[in-house]
């Protein structure tokens, strides 16, 4: 088992090899930027759904075409905010990276500045929200393989689960191998969206015919009516939410910070400014060409059926004549998807990076289970990652790995996160002054200001769509968050009594519970004379008796007892109901009852099996038995094991 472990893991790594798991900045850009990078697959898909929700709502009417082509004339000035608003949140975020440098992300600022429960509030926003990236991208990189290859619609659920268990093993391997070998797919995908952004404008420019496929305008201009007022307004509050979508893991750099090579706040801050450089330009390039070529997409009424993505027709029309490719074209069209499949995936990478740090963090301060604390073999976090991999495949299987139904929960979390953040920068430069502390203010404080309308506006448009689990979830978690913390508290207040507290009664009796005689039981029996001397009792539960008499097989077990028994007296408990463990607590329950005073040990003979596959053979009473009275106060309980041969 230890070697399939190694197999699959790696080598073990000793705690001062910490220094040797630091990335480079390349390396940075593919484990903290996938996530905002990728988002470009589906983020002008889901303004161009908005809108023609939009339009499918506004019934019938004379100037359906107009209304349809003003409608979907949004979509450029909807991605050219969410591309201000990007902007003006790096400036924000690379404030924070150069101000802690030792991981700013929400939290930590939140906590430093605003209060925990401003802390916990973001905490569970952000924690929300890596479980929905994961489930998000990884269900969407799927969607682009299906896309290319409709044998294997209708497996998505199964491909998704699988591709999330990948990402999961290697992540247990740790941040610098998964880095390395994710670096390929974020690199690919960046290069292949660059060429056909050059291939996309070159067409436009030089004045290639476009040819628009009519399924792609028939769901618009055939239910489409003229809008105006106020309802054009919602109109672009509902695309620009939906948009927004771009914008999550604009905070991963600044809560891993700390995995960057030194100097470390320096080389967090360039990554940042070259992944919204890179993530701004391609999100901007499909927005303008989709409008371009007339490419759109709808949602799917239903719920099980997965689409083929925007970004698959937008390359189809880019790459093709008519709709027609040759094979050079196909070729590349198929590239492109694997490479799209490949960073959907890959984002993952980027909540596998953050929510195990995040969680650690929640539980250092004693918010979450001490065990999100502990360092596996690898020097990772490998209870967050398993805890974040099974949360994510349980929203998968549920709601069938699509992104129609899972996006409209996206964004909310994540935006309270950047509101908090930018607050507590705000209080932060308030406190400490300093140099231009006037000016970093107002960066900050635009952000959060920006951010908080845009987390409104989500809230607002997609409440019915789902947001709304989001909004209900968060509270739940900070008041189970700050439950956790009472529980800590009140045992280490408890634990800290000082050594006179300590009392242990002068006398003491052992119990040796019996089912058979075997070497085991004996073995149980000398243990217990030797911490008890004489007060020293066996207890049997007779399950065949008739409440006055007992069973055959207890009258065999006394028979042989005068032999084996070392002097031990034996007690039957008849048990009428065919219960093993009641009896047992009621007489322990009796006994304490009687005795107080007396110092209890119940001592279980067990025996262990050579091979692990052999336990599941036996029933494990044992273990129910030392469950329950591990939970009865003033009892000890002890086991003696005994090893069976190989």
Known sequence: MADFRRLLLGRRLASDETQ??????????????????????????????????????????????????????????VAAGIVLLLTMLAFSYRQTIMEYPGGGGAYIVAKENLGEMAAQTAGAS???????????????????????????????????????????????RGVKESGELFAIPTYGFITCMMILLAIGFGRWIFGAPVVIVPEQLEHAAGHASQLAGLVFVWVFMRAYSAGCTALTGVEAISNGVTAFKEPAGKNAA????????????????????????????????????VQETLLSKLTRQI??????????????????????????????????ADFPRLAALHAKDGFLPQQFTSMGDRLVFSNGIMILSVLSGTLVFLFHANTDILLPLYALGVFLGFTISQAGMVVHWYKKRGRHWQAKSV???????????????????????????????????????????????????????????????????????VSSLHAGVVQALAYARLISGNRVEAITVDLGSDGFHESPAIQK????????????????????????????????????????????????????????????????????????????????????RMHLPD
């Not at 060409?289 to 099980?304: E, I």
């Not at 196909?330 to 984002?347: E, H, N, S």
């Open 20 to 77: 040797h798991t630091k990335i480079s900045n390349p390396i940075g850009l593919a484990v903290f930027s996938s996530d905002a990078l990728s988002s470009v697959a589906y983020a002008t898909q889901e303004i161009t759904a908005s809108l023609s929700m939009a339009l499918g709502h506004a019934g019938v009417g004379i100037a359906a075409g107009v209304a349809a082509s003003a409608v979907f004339g949004l979509v450029v000035p």
């Open 126 to 172: 952000l924690l929300i929200d890596y479980v929905l990236t994961v489930a998000v991208s990884v269900s969407s990189g799927i969607a682009a393989i299906t896309a290319a290859i409709p044998a294997l619609d209708g497996y998505n659920v199964i491909l998704t689960l699988l591709a999330i268990a990948f990402i999961a093993m290697a992540n247990l």
């Open 270 to 305: 360039k990554t940042m400014v070259w992944m919204v450089f890179l993530l701004g330009v391609m999100f901007m390039g499909i927005t303008l060409l989709s409008r371009h070529f007339g490419v759109t997409y709808h949602h799917s009424l239903d719920p099980t059926l």
């Open 319 to 352: 790459l093709g004549h008519g709709g027609v490719m040759n094979l050079p074209a196909k070729v590349y069209y198929y590239l492109i998807q694997g490479f799209t499949f490949a960073i959907l995936v890959v984002a993952a990478n980027t909540a596998y």
């Open 443 to 513: 960066v900050n404080g635009l952000g959060g200001i920006a951010s908080g309308v845009v987390m409104l506006d989500i809230a607002i448009t997609k409440f019915a769509g789902g947001a709304w689990i989001v909004i209900a979830l968060v509270p739940v978690l900070v008041v189970l968050f700050f439950n956790i913390h009472r529980h800590y508290i009140k045992v280490k207040s408890t634990l800290a009594a000082s050594r006179t507290d300590a009392f242990l009664p002068s006398k003491h009796h052992a119990i040796v519970l």
């Open 557 to 640: 077990l006394r028979a042989d007892w005068a032999y084996y028994g070392m002097g031990v007296p034996l007690r039957s408990i008849p048990s009428p109901y065919r219960r093993i463990v009641e009896p047992i607590l009621d007489e322990v329950d009796r006994f304490r009852l009687a005795e107080p005073e007396v110092c209890l040990t119940i001592i279980l003979p067990e025996f262990v099996t050579p091979k692990w596959w052999q336990r599941v053979l036996h029933n494990q009473m044992a273990y129910r038995i030392k469950v329950m009275l591990m939970q009865r106060p003033g009892v000890i309980v002890t086991s003696v």
